[in-house]
């Protein structure tokens, strides 16, 4: 285990709503990282947040969009779902070497 | 060109062989090097992390660098049922704060009893 924790486990929402997916950091890491997967993919860098400040964005719109707390935990919220929205999103907290994930939240937009 | 490659899979092996998988990159900006192991609807494992180029061992596990040709290996020795899983390789320029991961596709490996 990672102590990287995710909720909730799945989801299923409707297009055009709104997704709030959250992410417990493992203790003393102060910098987190959000993924998209695809199913048959490798995931995808959405951000990344280091004390509190968003500290890199990858190919994701605007409508993606995070948080980060002062207890390190974290918040990425998706806007105007799209089907293509579908994905395991991925939570991971980073040591100074490299970055070690939770299980991820399973996400269906229908 | 993805900035990461890997060998399309799937593959299956029987029990006790050794496996190589493999990985290309076409950034030379990168330089610290992972392997990660997902087992099917969890989240990715860390299995091997090296940085710059040269061999690491851990248990059955090697991961080779080589940045010269871009490209990285793992293998497997003495493979198991419980390595079914998929592999996927995973790099980035920088650490810690700075760290982006850029993963490769995935293989999914099936190791027969």
């Known amino acids: 285990e990672t102590g990287v924790t995710q909720s909730p486990t799945h989801l299923i929402k409707t297009r055009g709503q709104q997704v709030t997916l959250r992410c417990s950091s493992q203790?003393?890491?102060?910098?987190v990282s959000w993924y998209q997967q695809a199913l048959g993919q490798g995931p995808q860098f959405i951000f990344q947040?280091?004390?509190?400040?968003?500290?890199g964005r990858g190919n994701f719109p605007p409508r993606f969009s995070g948080l980060q707390f002062p207890n390190y935990s974290s918040e990425l919220n998706v806007n105007a779902l799209e089907l293509d929205d579908s994905a395991l999103y991925l939570c991971a907290s980073s040591t100074q070497e490299t970055q070690y994930f939770g299980p991820g939240t399973r996400l269906l937009v229908l | 060109q993805k900035e990461v490659e890997q060998d399309p899979g799937p593959l299956s092996v029987p029990e006790g062989a050794i496996v190589s998988l493999n990985c290309t990159y076409s950034n030379s900006a990168f330089q610290y090097f992972m392997w990660y192991r997902q087992y099917s609807r969890k989240g990715p494992e860390l299995l091997m992390y090296t940085y710059s180029s040269g061999n690491k061992e851990d248990g059955r596990f090697t991961a080779q660098v080589d940045k010269s040709s871009k490209y990285i290996s793992l293998f497997i020795r003495d493979s198991q049922p419980s390595d079914s899983a998929t592999y996927l390789c995973?790099?980035?320029?920088?650490?810690?704060?700075?760290?982006?991961?850029?993963f490769g596709k995935g293989i999914t490996l099936s190791v027969r009893p």
């Open positions: 947040y280091y004390r509190e400040e968003e500290n």
């Open positions: 995973a790099m980035s320029a920088l650490t810690g704060a700075n760290s982006k991961l850029t």
């Open positions: 203790s003393g890491h102060n910098t």
